[in-house]
């Protein structure tokens, strides 16, 4: 039995030094609560040792395994709160991006996965190709393919998120092979202040910043001229459903009144 297996355990003091806990380690902590223990001893593993988050175990065989404290599981609850706040805040702005889309007469979907194409590693390699997936990804309300101007918005409302995804150059070219624009949308802190500039963004995205409830241009996307959409991105379209736009709500609107008056 396991309560027969754990000979003793041994606490952890916490350090008296201050440790900075990041994302990092909230993500280690859930990784050990739902495993058997085992460690990995390596730096982060020794910063919740020292703050008390782990603490370590042995059985009777001597195998020493690490087990998540109390105040461990609290640690994770709070960041799982923060987590949650962040996504709402990102949900609600890839929401209204969607919207202002559908507002400009444009069809939209969110969280598509999209099969875009990438130049080879070096020059003369062949092409490669991978998944991206947009936070919105709009075509022109057109049957005609050369007007539909694909474009796609990534929705950012942490800073940490927005450093690391403009580290990654082949997740930015997979938008720009899949749109005609690309842009990148900025929300705010929870002081209120912009998590990003327009400096800090490539030259060839536009971006889009929130300010209070208004989207403004801080500049402008490149807009580059689009081959013929691929067949697998069309299937991809037609299988997806595209966010509800103003002309399915005036038609509700409009089937409400052509209803007999005796049942309205």
Not at 48 to 77: F, K, N, P, Q
Not at 172 to 201: K, M, Q
């Amino acid at each position: 039995m396991l309560a027969e297996s754990i000979a003793h355990q041994v606490p952890v003091e916490p350090s008296s030094g201050d440790t900075v806990l990041s994302r990092t380690h909230a993500r280690r902590l859930r990784e050990m609560y739902r495993s058997a223990g085992w460690p990995c001893c390596d730096a982060i593993e020794i910063d919740l040792l020292a703050v008390g988050l782990l603490e370590r175990t042995r059985s009777a065989l001597g195998h020493e395994t690490l087990r998540v404290t109390d105040r461990g599981i609290a640690h994770i609850a709070d960041s799982l709160v923060l987590n949650r706040a962040a996504l709402s805040a990102h949900e609600a702005l890839v929401e209204r991006v969607a919207r202002e889309m559908t507002r400009a007469g444009r069809i939209a979907w969110r969280t598509l996965s999209l099969r875009a194409r990438l130049a080879g590693a070096n020059e003369g390699d062949p092409h490669r190709w991978c998944i991206a997936r947009p936070d919105v990804f709009s075509i022109r309300n057109t049957s005609v393919e050369a007007y539909a101007q694909p474009i796609v918005h990534e929705i950012k409302v942490r800073r940490s998120d927005l450093m690391a995804d403009l580290k990654k150059p082949d997740k930015r070219a997979a938008y720009l092979d899949l749109g005609g624009e690309c842009w990148y949308v900025l929300g705010c802190d929870a002081r209120g202040r912009p998590i990003g500039s327009a400096d800090e963004i490539p030259v060839e995205c536009g971006v889009l910043m929130l300010e209070g409830e208004r989207l403004v241009v801080a500049r402008a996307a490149v807009h580059r001229s689009q081959a013929r959409i691929p067949f697998a991105v069309w299937m991809a379209l037609a299988k997806a459903q595209p966010v509800a736009g103003f002309e399915e709500d005036l038609q509700v609107l409009l089937t409400d009144c052509a209803m007999p008056s005796s049942i309205c």
